[in-house]
């Protein structure tokens, strides 16, 4: 079998078709708002830097934690995540980020003590 | 069904530069591996013929230096690693009832790759001298080294690392994927486990290398400063991204060798392995740790008690799930039929001598301690434990277990023996003694010591050990010339084996499986075996197969980047142009052309499965 | 069926990037590609943080990074990740047209951040900072080259993939494709948003 596929009847149900085109339609909504929220978000950072009004330390932490927000957003909006059949993909992707995690902070923390 | 006229069988060499074929993959990998052992071997033999007597003066200095890193750097990425793959590729697909790995194209760049980097590397020998800043090729050494060894070292691994890679998330999609009907993640033969959580290190731990190497490359070719002192830069940058790197490495290496452990102890005690669930828990655990340890490289650097400590602990943890592997490989000895084959001689021999490295690992893991220990030959026999003891007796036991499988031929039991006893005592005697050596402070990594100083008899006794292991290869050697001529072949199930590789006819058919088997259980031949059927029950009724065609492109896209390896290595910016031009092309060639694959006819399937020969 | 077959509406799967072995597994192993990728953006992000203030007598961050210009090269990007991902709801609705489309939009996005980024690069090399002026600059350029590196394989992707496909509609064989970009170009845009924050943001604030 090249194809594993379940498409041979020759027409889809009439109301599955609608449920399929209502549910992209919901999509395409979420796509957009979470589109807006990263500009949102990238602007918030950048005049958060930008108008130097907020203390460095905090600020560091405040767009840091404004990039790990957007970031879900692409991951699980845009990405798909969030959809069935991706168990595997977060493990991966989970993983990876906890090495990248370990990996960061020793590059940071551990090079320059005495 | 439209089937495809496109296949044409190719024959002979040919044949081998394009197969993407997992089976004849894995035995390519097995043979490069292998060469590339024979080269780390007689690399440490010579050293320890310098070794034997003091003040020789034999292989001195530079020679020395490159022995010693040529010996480690090859053991580790071109011999271990591909031995790993060719089992991998070999075993695992047939274990999962699987016709082929997920991405057959891939699997056989990623062999290419390996090989040309392998190649790339000890040609150095013959271009300007060998790399000689030590496997681990710590910065500065490494990147103040004038001649152009250190630069065959990143750019050769830096290609047969992309290789490795490119099989990792092969060897990882091909176990989610594609498992047969009924065998579930918690059938899975150890093997298997083993092979998925090794493939799972690879995927996180090499990306480090590669960057690592990408850093030491820039620094050499292109005047970077990353672990220059005088720009600004940090010595340390290196020595962390390579042990972050470099310590999953040990149990990407050390895990499969658990694998083929587990499955040859069940099989010759003819039972079923003991915790089953409890050496997968243990398996995934060490994967985990195997990252969060890195720092026990590097106790002497100076990180300070915090961190050493923070790292020690977690160091001793990875004790608790090997020591429970352990155990569990006794009790299924246990009260078990044992045959002594030679397979089961290896694996009987691993599991003491893995214990005694695995000892010394928790000896080296107190900081403190570590502080004595550090750079003499106590940490050489500590790791050459773990190494040869652990993962080369384990592919000595698989080698012996699997070669009918793989080649048809039973390898010959009395001269396996010989081979065994000859390794194991030869082993012991090389390695034993270098404890001592290591606690009377030799340095590793030292071409000579001065006599008067209590170290000759050890070292003495230690070079005849390792004459034995070389003698001991030698007779595994000539068992192989001798199977290759002898006239009858292998039966399908010559070890009354318990796992879906010992369910087909030999040779394995190109499809695996003329059916894909319904797995009912643990152990699922046996499972059927013990029902009185004798072979698997099918999912599926016989039809068609769908079958990848073989491509000459993943030999040429390797080629192409062996090629921009040399223009890096000698900074000729065409030369790299062209390679990476080449890699490109075959790429951009493999994108446009069409290649959906050919089918086996039903019919063929029918007739084969008639004459016996699936 | 052959995979290489154009899709009409009538059999067209709900997730034609899924609906062949082949597709699932290239699913599978591209994600699990871009869990290995984070940890190669994350190492040289560590070199990176670990350097960033070994300037010696070149410019720092602080005085060299222009936002306003960076923020432009952001918002291309964030922008043609949104275009991507409606090329993939083109794609599960079988509009070949409307996917070559806003892939199109993609890849001209993605070249006019390639521009802004290289002359970025040529002004800072003016300013004195150079791959070899320092640690620092060696990190910077590193790091920050390696995703431009990544863009640019991105456009030549997709180039090539619209080129091949252009009419063919939407296969079995090519949908897989098409998702696969669209997750790598998302990719992609992950590290820029933390290059944007961790490299600029965080450069000017030291």
Known sequence: MANHHNTTEPTVHRHEEI????????????????????????????FAIWSDKISDSFAVIFILTLAVVQVFFQLYVWMHLSHKGHDFPIWGMA???LVAAVTVASLMAMIWTS | MATHESHKKRSGLMDWLTTVDHKKIGILYLLAGGFFFLIGGLEAILMRIQLMEPDSKIFTGELYNQLLTMHGTTMIFLAAMPIIFGFMNAILPLQIGARDVAF???????????????????????LGGAPEAGWTAYAPLSTVAEDTGVDFYVLGLQIAGAGTLAGGINFLVTVINMR?????????????????VTSGLILFAFPALTVGFFLLMFERVFDANFFNPDMGGNVL???????????????????PAFGIISEVVSTFSSKRLFGYSAMVFATVLIGFLGFMVWVHHMFTVGLGPVANSIFAVATMAIAIPTGVKIFNWIFTMWGGQIRFTTAMLFAVGFIPTFVMGGVTGVMLSVPAADYQYHDSYFVVAHFHYVIVGGLILGLFSGLYYWYPRMFNRVLNETLGKINFWLFFIGFHLTFFPQHWLGLMGMPRRVYTYMSGQQLDGSNFVSTIGAILMGLGTIVLLINIVISASAKHAATKDPWDGRTLEWAMPVPTPEYNFAQTPLVRGLDPLYVEKTAGNGEMTPAEPVGEIHMPNGSILPFFLSLG???????????NWIVAIVGLGGVLVTMFLRSVIDDHGYHIHKKEVEADIKGGRA | MNAGERLTDANFPAHPEKATLEGKNKFLGFWLFLGGETVLFATLFGTYLGLRKMHLDGPSGEELFSLPLVFLATMLLLTSSLTSVYAVLSLKQNKVRSLQGWFIVTLLLGLGFLGLEIYEFIHYV??????????????????????????????????????????RGITLANAPKYYLFALYWHFVDVVWVFIFTVVYLMGKVG
């Open chain 2, 104 to 126: 057959p194209y891939v699997n056989a760049v990623g062999f290419w790759l390996f090989f040309f980097g392998g190649l790339l590397l000890n040609l150095s020998w013959f």
């Open chain 1, 95 to 97: 993983s990876g980020v």
């Open chain 1, 19 to 46: 449920q399929r085109k209502l549910a992209l339609k919901e999509e395409r909504k979420h796509h957009n708002v979470s589109f807006v929220m990263m500009i949102l978000l990238t602007i918030v950072a950048f």
């Open chain 2, 561 to 571: 980047m062996f090629v921009a390896g040399f223009g890096f290595i000698y900074a």
């Open chain 3, 126 to 167: 003016h300013e004195g900072h150079t791959f070899t002026s320092s640690a620092f600059g060696s990190a910077f350029y590193s790091l920050v080259g390696f995703h431009g590196a990544h863009v640019l394989f991105g456009i030549l992707w997709i180039s090539t993939l619209l080129a091949r496909n252009w009419n």
């Open chain 2, 237 to 255: 940058i290196w020595e962390h991204i390579f042990w972050i790197f470099g310590h999953p490495e040990v149990y990407i290496l050390i895990l």
């Open chain 2, 180 to 196: 047969a009907p009924g065998m579930t993640f918690m059938r899975m033969p150890l093997f298997t486990w083993a092979s998925f």
